[in-house]
T-cell receptor, first 115, second 113 residues
């Protein structure tokens, strides 16, 4: 049973436009949501996060929106740049267990920014 | 600043062989994790260690064992490799902070024939 789902395997966006990546979850106990970016042959790197008590968090070109009633979050990238082309993973955090941060990941969305 | 270092980066095994993936972090983090990534499946947690001396099962622990050797090192062992364990394995570490990020290594690509 997939607790975190990214239903779009791929997304293609024109450079300079807005990229919107979506993520749905089923477990209402998740307390944080994170987005990771992954380039080929590298490990995932942290992008931005949001607490379950917030509905928006912004960091430069990246904004994450959380709709708890719909169990849905989205990542907005404005403006999109060629270097943003990567696979983006949505992740949800179970509350800390003995201090460990257990993340449940979605399947990933491959974002391609076209010049 | 190395962060999280995994070895080896690539390995090919035959069914039934054993091997150990090594992971070390230099950020003085308490918690360490092993994930596997398969196409269309995202990353799935195999085992984690909340602190030195403790280990716990994640989502997909069958066929694996782990050792938290000290605060820096966390190894993953395949005792009898199976083709279903062909995957990319990622080690990660984190601090004791709710919502804090995990720092990942570059990954180890394992093929079991």
């Amino acid at each position: 049973d997939q607790q975190v789902k990214q239903n779009s395997p791929s997304l293609s966006v024109q450079e300079g436009r807005i990229s919107i990546l979506n993520c749905d979850y089923t477990n209402s106990m998740f307390d944080y949501f994170l987005w990771y970016k992954k380039y080929p042959a590298e490990g995932p790197t942290f992008l931005i996060s949001i607490s379950s008590i917030k509905d928006k968090n912004e960091d430069g070109r990246f904004t994450v929106f959380l709709n708890k009633s719909a169990k849905h979050l989205s990542l907005h990238i404005v403006p999109s740049q060629p270097g943003d082309s990567a696979v983006y993973f949505c992740a949800a955090s179970d509350p800390l267990i003995q201090g460990a941060q257990k993340l449940v990941f979605g399947q990933g969305t491959r974002l391609t920014i076209n010049p | 600043n190395a962060g999280v270092t995994q070895t080896p980066k690539f390995q090919v095994l035959k069914t039934g062989q054993s091997m150990t993936l090594q992971c070390a972090q230099d950020m003085n983090h308490n918690s360490m994790y092993w994930y596997r990534q398969d196409p269309g499946m995202g990353l799935r947690l195999i085992y984690y260690s909340a602190s030195e001396g403790t280990t716990d099962k994640g989502e997909v622990p069958n066929g694996y064992n782990v050792s938290r050797l000290n605060k820096r090192e966390f190894s993953l062992r395949l005792e009898s490799a199976a083709p279903s364990q062909t995957s990319v394995y990622f080690c990660a570490s984190s601090e004791f902070t709710a919502g804090g990020e995990l720092f990942f290594g570059e990954g180890s690509r394992l093929t079991v024939l």
